[in-house]
């Protein structure tokens, strides 16, 4: 058997049900093809004949899934959690959640590419996989505990391991339960923390004593010393600011003088962009970006605002989802849409206490906190499965307000600043933002690079930031957005941190740029000659199979790439907005030439086997074709 590079070349296959736990080859899902991550994820649920069963069926997978370059020292730690998605609305869909920590690397290093999870098991229970071996152990004493103290005994009996877990909210089916590892990296979008809940599956463990085989270290060392010489390994513009609170003074300054003890990250990762702080009587705990969501609604408390995240991340909830929940909150209960008892709740500080100091201070908060989130994760709280379900419930202007928040598919507003990252957001089965901050933070202030990769660039097409009155630019914006899509599959696949991984890191044409890097590093762990032309087939190939998905299973068609009617009507506020309502019938011809680009038929949406076929996916077009839903 030849000696494998970059994969270890097994999928663990776990059967709940049966009690069955085995392996399968990598190689049997064109790992070439594919790479790994979301990749990865998705050409073995289509090799499942993607199951139409709802989310919470034993049959319904749970897969996790690293890359070739994960275990690597650098930005390369990361995992790719998929499968259908009860947080998704209308309908369930398959999608994807990454998440960071020690735990991708110690799956690497435990000798495992994946793994894929079935069934359902009687009671409660934990896998362990500590190197080659894997189990199912009892978890009835860990069932009801949160994700802190889950972690913390299961680290008891597996010293040094790294632990997956869900708290409360995931057990009791929550649609916006998270799946998390150490203490800010999780799985957070999707709602799989409920798929491992209805599993009855508390915690994955794992420990790996074995190595990354790199094919051509000599190679890799050489590359990654360039990036150090040229100041870039160990500093970059996305590396320092998630370290601290995002939700303004006096909280930033006062968590980093008072509490912050050291910064953290991703294992083997050199940007560390997280901070660890320390809150006497509130909780220990790491923070980037959005933990700090109940930040903008305290006034300024920053015991309320790290209490909000310890409590989301004990508990298990998605932490956007809350930034979502609360601006409904305190918009919907203030004009009289819904009120608190609708809520479940006695006390919403920001309209209650309104005009006192910090909203009456830190037990005015905590009793608001407690409350809101011990009724999302115990599944009392009609917010439990998810805003855009909730409103269906609390009624016609709860609706009204849901659709303002919500563009598409179930998740909250998050960066649509130009055209090209709403037709993202409207092809997509979630919001994409975890992984696809190109549009925003590249392309619309660096029209010299957007120009580089031959994509639209500059203050025109990006408003976010700017003075209200720019344009939405709707020429060539297809171009842009399948660019930033096929990036988007490549860091998932890889796998690499989005902020390692953005069109201006490592820029330096026509000698380097970041796809150069991703092919250069990719041959080098692998020792298989990847360049430039060929990695971005796979990263298409990859988007291709992810629509083959949608169009097979969810029957997705033309109709259903858009946005909520708010967005062609009215934009959100804040800089996250377009500059203005989208135009439809521009919209619609960009959808052609979108569509035309990525070779599917323009009246449905639907690959065509043209293009398939020159992607080396036949027997996706003969799957397609069979169900009648070939463009």
Known sequence: MDKVFGWTGKILWVDLTKRKITSVPTSDFEKEKYLGGVGLNTKIFWEMGCPTVEAYHPDSPL????????????????????????????????????????????????????????????????????????????????????????????????PAASVLTIGPAGENLSRIAII?????SAAGQGGYGAVMGSKNLKAVVVKGTGTLKIARPDDLISLIQARKDAGEWLKGGAQSWGRYPLCGEPIRGNMQARY??????????????????????????????????????????????WEGNILTQKLGINNYEMLGIMSFISSAVRNGTVSKKDLGLTSIPMIDNAYESEYGGQKVHHQFLTELLNGIADGKSVLSQGLARAAEKLGTGAVAAYNSLYPASGYTRHHIECVGAALHWATDTRDPYNSCHDYTSV????????AHFGVPGGDITYSGGSPRGKKNIYEKTELQTAWVQNNQCLKNSLTICEYASMPNIFFHPPE???????????????????????????????????????????DRRREDDTLSNFWFERVGGGAESLSGPLDRTLWEALKDRYYTLRGWDVKNGWPTRAKLEALGMKSVADKLASAGKLG
């Open 63 to 158: 897969l996790i899934s690293i890359g070739p370059l994960t275990g690597a020292a650098g930005p390369f730690n990361r995992a790719e959690v998929c499968g259908i998605a009860p947080q998704s609305y209308p309908k369930e869909m398959f999608s994807y959640s990454g998440f960071g920590g020690k735990f991708p690397a110690e799956l690497k290093y435990a000798g495992y590419d994946g793994i894929v999870i079935l069934g359902k098991s009687e009671k409660p229970v934990y896998l362990a996989i500590i190197d080659d071996k894997a189990t199912l152990e009892d978890a009835k004493s860990l069932w009801g505990l949160d994700t802190f103290e889950t972690q913390k005994t299961l680290l008891g009996k597996h």
């Open 180 to 184: 998390l590892n150490e203490t800010a």
């Open 260 to 305: 912050m003890k050291r910064v953290a990250g991703c294992h083997g990762c050199t940007y560390q962009c997280m901070g660890f702080y320390d809150m006497p009587g509130v909780g220990k705990g790491a923070q980037m970006c959005v933990e700090a969501w109940y930040g903008w609604f305290s006034k300024g408390s920053s015991e309320g605002y």
């Open 443 to 450: 392309f619309g202030p660096n029209p010299s690079i957007a």
């Open 512 to 554: 380097m740029d970041i796809s150069i890097f991703q092919s250069k590093v990719l041959s080098a762990v692998t020792g298989i000659d990847i360049n430039v032309e060929k990695l971005w087939e796979a990263a298409e190939s990859i988007w291709m199979l992810r629509r083959a998905v949608m169009v097979l299973r969810e």
